[in-house]
């Protein structure tokens, strides 16, 4: 799903006059104290995503909504930044206020479904992937997010008589994870599936990111948090997608919204302090 949002991203710089975006890493001759123009803070803010600072990169983006209100880069780079930070609520706000923008931008925007679905909204997120099944009908994680949110408002049994069929999603394991979230496989097939040598082994990698997230997304769709939370860390820990992509963050998000508050748990200095007292 990444891709689709990068490219949209990219496409959104050049209708409106800008040149693309630099690559992640590329330097950027500018001086961000000083610049006031539009292409520069773009430029600057999209840069700032990139490198995984997402509240400079969301203060970018408020300096050009200030002079353009309906600047879509700005508007979805916040929706993008808000989402990996953990602010699904800010997430969706900017989400909708891009569609509100450009209607037809909908169907395209499965990241607004990821952050309704952590939002517990998922009659939403339902309906946001429908949706996006018209822009792209042969995607196996719009039909997972689709059951996952599903299966939250009529319950598994009955949601996977909804479950969207996909036959030409070749990505290694969609298939497998097709299968396990429709009821007719199960989760070491699709580890099996997984672990088959690629010809890169930067693909293993992807193959093995994909099916910890997935997996863990199951077990949080059947109510298991435990292995749920056990297989979002194995996802965070491999993670070969930049952090600056959306999909690269769903795990670490996943965490942040599932996993029991760590603020409650006493460091190891507090430990040592305790015991000396």
Known sequence: MHHLRLALLM?????????????????????PAETTSLQDLERLGFAES???????????ARKILAQNPKSLEAILLIGDCSFMMGDVKQSIKS??????????????LWQRGLALYYADRFHDGQAQF??????????????????LCTSKTVGLEKARETFIPITNDTRIPM?????????????????????ETPALARSKAFQLYYAHLYT?????????????????????????????????????????M???S????????????????
């Open 130 to 147: 429908e949706t996006h099944q018209s822009y792209n009908s042969q995607d196996v994680e719009n039909a997972v997010w689709h059951i």
């Open 11 to 31: 496409c959104l710089f050049i209708l409106n006059g800008c040149e693309a975006p630099p690559a992640t890493g590329q330097s950027i001759l500018v001086n």
């Open 95 to 108: 989400f909708d206020r891009a569609i509100a923008i450009q209607p037809q931008l909908e169907p395209k």
């Open 258 to 260: 599932r996993e029991p």
């Open 50 to 60: 990139q490198k995984g600072n997402y509240p400079k990169a969301i203060e970018y």
């Open 262 to 277: 760590k603020k409650e748990a006493p460091s190891e200095d507090q430990k040592r302090k305790t015991s000396d007292r």
């Open 175 to 195: 298939k497998q994870i097709h299968n396990l979230f429709g009821g007719t496989g199960d989760v070491d097939s699709v580890f099996k599936a997984a672990q």
């Open 216 to 256: 863990g997304l199951y077990y949080d769709m059947i109510g298991d948090r435990t292995n749920s939370i056990l297989q979002m860390r194995e996802a965070a820990k491999i993670n070969p997608i930049s952090k600056s992509q959306l999909m690269g963050s769903v795990a670490d998000v996943h965490l942040m």
